[in-house]
């Protein structure tokens, strides 16, 4: 198979498109009988990198699968590249951001950990991208990426460490690490981390996820800066979901405001129309908190129902961006949308191409996907054993673990830790791989 080709699997269809599936073979498991309590319990304030979960709470993708889904938008990045002026290109670029957490919505199951030297590829020609992930390091777990535009006009990569940390009634999920995305035509970079995530409800209730932190997206060319406040759902839920922020100038003169859902939009809109409904919105809000009765009980780590489940469409804003609705069956199936849906299929034609540390051979996820529980916790079990006995024989051996595809240096922009494409992914040249599965 030719570069590039889709990799996505599935039959061709007449015109040379591959159809992609629209479910997975087996619907999820109930995890109902099975209470995290008796493992987290011990864990409280701690990380969780190294906290060993039964197969049960995962789902049928590996962690650098789901990195995977900040492309399901990349028509927002071909967009912005259109653009001549370097605000409506900031918009474009922030509503991507925004878009790259919007998967995360209702989807409670916790990613694979890649092994170590674990990679994935993708290749959508749909989209217009192809991408090369791996697991570069275990302690602490580092996953890097690097997507590229099939007509070079973009490059997107990253490093990420998610630091999870568990709180009682609560998982929250800092990732760590520098996400950068390189317009080639405008010879510009921005840079951003991503904001923090919590699962609430670990213990007892419904499990939901909110999204809060700023985010702060740089372009290193013009100086602009676009701060994206992802809020904290507060009290009545009033914030649940919400992001607002501005773009400004190096001079810190506000460009032009944004706000939305991460669940579901993104809008632009001009800063002074804007800072006058949110202090009208202000305004009424006071009015109904003198008026209504407030609750003292903040024990509650329910989620609360937000007044209003749309965002209300301020007069003269522009539409950035919109979530897809998810497919029909998503809630039987992890509560996948469309694009994670086909991010684990494989057909002959792939399966001869891929290197033999791709995790759609891993199989653990594989077995899971196909409903087989059972031998997914014995292949998850079996896999660790097998990369805990690799590390102790590198060790006895002074061996250093060499990565193969990235390397270790500085963000050419902002200057931080990172890691770096070294190339040559693509040319199909796989030897020497190591025995990871």
Known sequence: MSEGKDCGGGDALSNGIKKHRTSLPSPM??????????????????????????VIFNEPLSFLQRLTEYMEHTYLIHKASSFSDPVERMQCVAAFAVSAVASQWE??????????????????????????????????????????????????????????????????AEPKGTITLELLEHN????????????????????????????????????????????????????????????????KKKLCALYGKWTECLYS??????????????????EKKNSKQMSTSEESDEMPMPDSESVFVIPGSVLLWRIAPRPPNSAQMYNFTSFAMVLNEVDKEMESVIPKTDCRLRPDIRAMENGEIDQASEEKKRLEEKQR?????????????????????????????????????????????????
């Open 29 to 54: 498991f109930s995890r109902n009988d099975f209470s995290i309590w008796s493992i987290l319990r011990k864990c409280i304030g701690m990380e969780l990198s190294k906290i060993t979960m039964p």
């Open 107 to 172: 989807r409670t199951g916790k990613p694979f950990n890649p092994l170590l030297g674990e990679t994935y590829e993708l290749v959508r020609d749909d989209l217009g991208f192809r991408l090369i992930s791996e697991q570069v390091s275990h302690h602490p777990p580092i996953s890097a990426f690097h997507a590229e535009g099939l007509n070079n006009d973009f490059i997107f990569h990253g490093s990420i460490y998610p630091k999870l940390k568990f709180w009682g009634k609560s998982v929250e």
């Open 188 to 251: 510009e970079a921005y840079t951003w981390t991503n904001p923090t995530c919590c699962v609430h409800n670990i213990i007892v209730g419904k499990l939901w996820i909110e999204q809060y932190g700023n985010v702060e997206i740089t372009n290193h060319k013009t100086g602009d800066k676009c701060v994206l406040n992802f809020k904290p759902c507060g009290l009545f839920g009033k914030e649940l979901h919400k992001v607002e922020g501005y773009i400004q100038d190096k001079s």
């Open 269 to 286: 809109v001009d800063p002074a129309t804007f800072d006058a409904y949110k202090k009208n919105d202000k305004k009424n809000t006071e």
């Open 389 to 437: 006995a690799a590390r102790k024989n590198r060790s006895k051996s002074e061996e250093d673990w060499k990565t193969r595809w990235f390397h270790q240096g500085p963000n050419p922009y902002n200057g931080a830790q990172d890691w770096i494409y070294s190339g040559s992914y693509w040319d199909r040249n796989y030897f020497n791989l190591p025995d990871i599965y």
